[in-house]
C-alpha cells in the first residue's frame, strides 16, 4: 500500500470511528440529564489530536503557488461551515466555524490574530472590538449628553457580529510539488472570516471586509475538536480540521502570488463577473495540470 492508500485508509477509519459529543450515552441514558455524559473508554478515546503533517524540506519543493480562495455560504457544500447561527435551542458541541475561532480567541486558546493574509501584523482582543461592534448613540442619548447628563444605557445601541452575518471565508494556501514523492499537494495557511462592516451593517450598500486572518496550522487543535455536524451519519460526526484538510468545500480563486504585487483578479479585470469566474476557472486549471506536466517528456 503507498502513502496515498494509506493515508486515505487513516482519514477513513477517523471519519467512520469518532463519536460525536451529541449522541454519547444516547441509548442508554435513563434521564435527559445522563445525555452526553461518556463513559471512561469514551474519554480516552477521545484524547487523540491532529494527524500531524508530514515534514517537507525547502529541497523537497520542486514548485509551488501561493493561492487566495473565497468560500462562497451561500452555496450548499459549504453550510456546514456557517451552520448552526442560533446556538439557543442547540447543544454546546455544535458551532459554527466562526464561533469557534471566536471563542477560542476570547478565552485565549488562540493568542496571534493578525490582519492580512501575509501574517505580518498582530491585532489583540481590543482591536477586534472595533472591527466586531458597533456602538451607536441615539438621539436621545445625544441630548443628554448635550445636557451634560451622563448616557442612559436604553439610549445606547449595541450591534455586534454574529455568525448570521459572515457571508464568505477566504482562505490561503499553497499547492506545491513534493518531489520526494512526485505529486501535488495542499496546504492550508490561514482562513478569515468575511462580513460587511459593522459600522455601515444596516445600510443598503454594504461592503464586505476580512474581520482578522488565523494561522491555520496554529488553530489546529482548537478546530479538531470543534465537530460539524454530518447530515449522512449523525452519529459520527468530523471536525473542522478534518474539513478543511480534506478540501470539503466549494472555493473559487480570486488571487494568486504574481510579479504585479499578488494583484487580485478583480483588479486587471473589472466589472465582468462573468470574465472573473472564467479567469479563476483558468487558473484553476492550469494548477490542476501542473501534476500532469511534470510527467511529461
Do not use: C
Amino acid at each position: 500500500m503507498n502513502w496515498k492508500g494509506f493515508l486515505l485508509t487513516a482519514i477513513g477509519i477517523i471519519l467512520f470511528s469518532s463519536t460525536g459529543y451529541s449522541q454519547a450515552n444516547i441509548l442508554s441514558a435513563k434521564t435527559p440529564e445522563e445525555i452526553g455524559v461518556k463513559t471512561p473508554q469514551q474519554i480516552e478515546a477521545d484524547h487523540d489530536s491532529p494527524l500531524p503533517y508530514g515534514y517537507v524540506g525547502d529541497r523537497d519543493i520542486l514548485w509551488s503557488k501561493t493561492v487566495w480562495e473565497r468560500l462562497d455560504l451561500d452555496e450548499r457544500i459549504n453550510f456546514p461551515f456557517y451552520y448552526p447561527v442560533d446556538t439557543v435551542g442547540i447543544g454546546a458541541d455544535r458551532r459554527s466555524l466562526y464561533d469557534v475561532l471566536l471563542r477560542a480567541v476570547k478565552t485565549g486558546k488562540i493568542k496571534e490574530v493578525y490582519s492580512d493574509s501575509y501574517f505580518t501584523e498582530k491585532r489583540t482582543l481590543n482591536d477586534l472590538q472595533a472591527t466586531l461592534r458597533k456602538v451607536d448613540t441615539t438621539d436621545l442619548g445625544y441630548e443628554q449628553l448635550n445636557a451634560g447628563e451622563q448616557v442612559s444605557p436604553e439610549y445606547v445601541n449595541i450591534r455586534d457580529l454574529t455568525a448570521a452575518d459572515i457571508e464568505e471565508w477566504h482562505i490561503k494556501g499553497i499547492w506545491y510539488f513534493d518531489k520526494r514523492q512526485g505529486e501535488l499537494k495542499y496546504r492550508l495557511l490561514g482562513l478569515a472570516p468575511v462580513a460587511p462592516d459593522v459600522n455601515f451593517i444596516d445600510s443598503e450598500t454594504q461592503d464586505l471586509v476580512e474581520l482578522f486572518w488565523v494561522w491555520f496550522p496554529g488553530a489546529r487543535d482548537i478546530l479538531h475538536d470543534a465537530m460539524v455536524f454530518n447530515h449522512k451519519n449523525t452519529a459520527s460526526p468530523i471536525s473542522y480540521d478534518q474539513l478543511l484538510n480534506a478540501r470539503r468545500f466549494n472555493a473559487h480563486i480570486y488571487k494568486v502570488d504574481n510579479v504585479y504585487g499578488d494583484r487580485e483578479i478583480v483588479d486587471y479585470i473589472p466589472e465582468n463577473a462573468l470574465f472573473q469566474l472564467l479567469e479563476a476557472q483558468r487558473l484553476k486549471e492550469v494548477l490542476r495540470d501542473k501534476e500532469q506536466d511534470m510527467w511529461s517528456y
